[in-house]
């Protein structure tokens, strides 16, 4: 059946969207509409005849996954739209689990826990105190797991003591998730792949309910991953996977781009379709990164090309330090927005970003922007609601909603310590597991005492009633002042400031931390009282409510405060942050050898960067010249700090490699002349009164 093909399409694309017959690879270069392609081919497998809930569409953040099905709600409309499967690689994992989890001995209201709980139990496990330890260990069981190592692989795998090491603690801890009914997030994608594996009536289930499958971002699916999309698939391969080998850069997090390899070689009829056309970058920006990029050993050929007309040049910015970088980076800023864009509107601080390759450049330019009154939000750094302290207080305020929140029930019970081991709550784990209950719901129960005896029964049961009791007093606290009476009696109740003084070595960062607790009560206390808010110049008080009522609504809060996308301020990111996103002027700040490519400070500073190291970071940049669509400006600093030390700083391999002085040397330094004066000339002829 050829139905119509949207003209909103080229040529590749429409290639792309049409392949239905086998796995197809579409290598979707930076800004050349990968999105699009996803959902049309979405809407033409629809045509097709196959049912909405029989294709799933995978992708990497929940942001993407959003956004992906908000397009294809558009293009087939709502009630195809609900049906089809759009979600993250580790949501799918999750429904994956809920229906057939007892085949990988997991009950189906089983835990999944984040980043700092796994911590916790890591630290538990290896009777750790040093977090960077634990941190390191964590790390490395995680890489083992997204290259499909279970314990005992990983000793077999270990090549040092410490590695040893972590795959003993990985034992341990693999040991009290099952006891507790708990999952990480690299389990989410691991255990799906083993009960496809173990599971052949599951294998088949999955497999007819989806018969096709697209994933986005494919160059950053890890080895587990790629399994598991070989097993989904089966003997049809009947998928579309869309990535670009020129944009991965999460090797450092287990994503492979062997992936991208493996393909044609384990599926010889796979059809390769290269979207080469960039719908988002100007000429001089498209030759630099095509410049940088031609460095690279090439799995498959491509080249960006753009009708967009050239542009401005891509300009390099020396700076004599940080400092200055930063000044300079306000001046392009508040310059730029004072020349206004080439289609003679104002520009927004929306419309520009500032991009590093690592967290701590953010402070400078942070302190400039602050001193010019420019508004800016940091991307890529720890979010507030990410701090360890606060998700403590969270875990708490959850249960207070759900008591029936085992991940929530996991944290707070053991912060602060009250002399609860693991082997008391793998009991307890075990016992809940056997009656079907939550682990808070088994506090209680009168047969709990056959298996736990003494201080433990008394430990546990005390804290249940502790949370009782604080779920009464929240439900009638009301009002701001009620409500910090009511937080701050309970944090002393529980000695929690003193927990953290106790957790850390430093009396300064456990203060600071105590710090970021007490803007926390008052955030909830403002809630509590009734902030007043502007409105069309008119203030307004919004109701008084419970902490309760807080507490209820806190994750849709967390998400609309972290959220900011429609906020006119200025960006600063990371350059992992960056990826997927653009804007009309980006800065690349601190481009130089040491930085970008990063050498960390545990690394020999005379020894060359491995191949693949290089590689990678060369992709780094590529993803960063790729995010700016009309102006990029690359800075690099003559001197720049090290530690508590100030060093000659040597402008990046990657500046030479963009080529800039070829594309400098084919410019008619004339016509440039001309066409400055020319736009002179109309905004002056603009600006003038018309005659009467």
């Known amino acids: 059946m050829n139905a119509p093909v949207p003209v909103s399409l080229n040529d590749a694309q429409m290639r792309a969207v049409q392949h239905l017959q086998g796995p197809c690879l579409v290598l979707a270069g930076a800004g050349s509409g990968k999105t699009r392609v996803i959902v049309h081919k979405v809407q033409r497998l629809l045509q097709a005849g196959l049912a909405a809930k029989n294709i799933a569409a995978i992708t990497f953040t929940n942001k993407a996954a959003a956004e992906m099905r908000e397009r294809a709600r558009a293009l087939v409309g709502p009630r195809a739209a609900k049906d089809l499967a759009i979600s993250t690689f580790h949501s799918l994992g999750v429904r994956m689990l809920r229906a057939d989890g007892p085949s990988v001995g997991l009950k189906p209201n089983f835990s999944i826990l984040d980043s700092d709980d796994v911590l916790g139990v890591i630290r538990e ?13 964590q790390w490395t069981i995680s890489l ?18 410490d590695e040893r090491v972590a795959a003993r603690v990985m034992r341990l801890v693999q040991e009290r998730l099952q006891a507790f009914q708990a999952v990480d997030f690299d389990d989410l994608i691991k255990l ?6 173990r599971d052949a009536e599951a294998r088949a289930r999955w497999q007819a ?28 391969a009947l998928f579309t996977a869309v990535g670009d080998d020129d944009q991965s850069i999460y090797g450092w997090r287990g994503a492979t781009i062997d992936n991208l390899k493996r393909l044609p070689q384990e599926f010889p009829q796979l059809e390769v379709i290269a979207l080469e056309q960039n719908y988002r970058s100007t000429g001089h920006i498209l030759r630099a990164a095509n410049a940088v990029i031609a460095a690279n050993p090439k799995i498959y050929e491509k080249k960006l090309w753009s009708n967009l007309g050239d542009g401005e040049p891509v300009r390099v910015i020396e700076c004599d330090g940080e400092e200055h970088e930063a000044e300079r980076a306000v001046a392009r800023i508040q310059a730029l ?37 420019i508004p800016y939000k940091v991307s890529g750094g720890q979010s507030y609601f990410d701090r360890a302290e606060i998700k403590d207080l969270c875990a708490w305020l959850r249960l207070l909603v759900n008591a029936d929140d085992d991940p929530a029930f996991l944290r707070a019970v053991t912060t602060p310590k009250r002399g609860i081991g693991h082997q008391t709550l793998a009991t307890l784990g075990e016992f809940a597991s056997t009656w079907k209950v939550s682990l808070f719901e088994a506090l209680f129960s009168p047969s709990l005492g056959s298996v736990l005896k003494g201080k433990m029964l008394d430990a546990l049961q005390q804290f249940g009633r502790e949370l009782n009791e604080l779920e009464q007093r929240a439900r009638h606290a009301s009002g701001g002042e009620e409500a910090k009476a009511l937080l701050l009696g309970w944090l002393k109740d529980i000695a929690y400031e003193q927990h953290l003084y106790d957790g850390e070595d430093s009396e300064k960062l456990a203060a600071a931390r105590w710090a970021n607790v007490l803007d926390f009560v008052d955030w909830i206390a403002r809630r509590c009282g009734g902030e007043i808010t502007q409105e069309g110049g008119a203030a307004f008080e919004s109701e008084r409510q419970s902490v309760l009522q807080v507490a209820q609504s806190i994750s ?16 600063l990111s990371t350059l992992h942050a960056a990826k997927g996103l653009e804007w009309p002027h980006v800065i690349l700040a601190g481009v130089n050898e040491g930085l970008l490519p990063f050498r960390s400070g545990s690394e020999d500073k005379n020894s060359e960067f491995t191949p693949e190291r290089l590689e990678e970071e060369r992709r780094l940049m590529y993803v960063g010249i790729t995010r700016a669509r009309n102006t990029l400006a690359v800075s690099t600093l003559k001197r720049r700090k090290k530690g508590r030390d100030t060093v000659m700083g040597v402008p990046s391999r990657f500046i030479q490699e963009m080529k800039l002085d070829e594309a400098r040397s084919k410019e008619d330094p004339r016509a440039r002349l001309k066409a400055l004066r020319d736009a002179m000339a109309a905004k002056i002829a603009a600006a003038a009164p018309t005659p009467p």
């Open 192 to 197: 799906p792949l083993v009960l496809l594996q």
């Open 209 to 236: 309910q989806f018969q096709h499958i697209l994933v986005d971002e494919y160059q950053d699916t890890n080895a587990v991953q790629y399994e598991l999309l070989k097993a989904l698939v089966g003997e049809r």
């Open 125 to 137: 496990a290896g009777s750790c105190s040093d977090n960077a330890l634990a941190r390191r260990w």
């Open 337 to 373: 927005r004072g020349g206004g864009s080439a289609s003679g509107g104002a520009l927004q601080f929306r419309d520009f970003a500032v991009l590093y390759r690592a967290n701590h450049q953010a402070k400078v330019f942070e302190q400039k922007l602050r001193a010019a009154q």
């Open 144 to 161: 083992w797991k997204n290259q499909g190592l279970d314990a005992d692989a990983a000793e077999a795998a270990a090549q040092n003591d």
């Open 556 to 571: 849709v809060i967390i998400s609309l405060a972290e959220r900011g996308d429609d906020q006119d301020v200025v960006t």
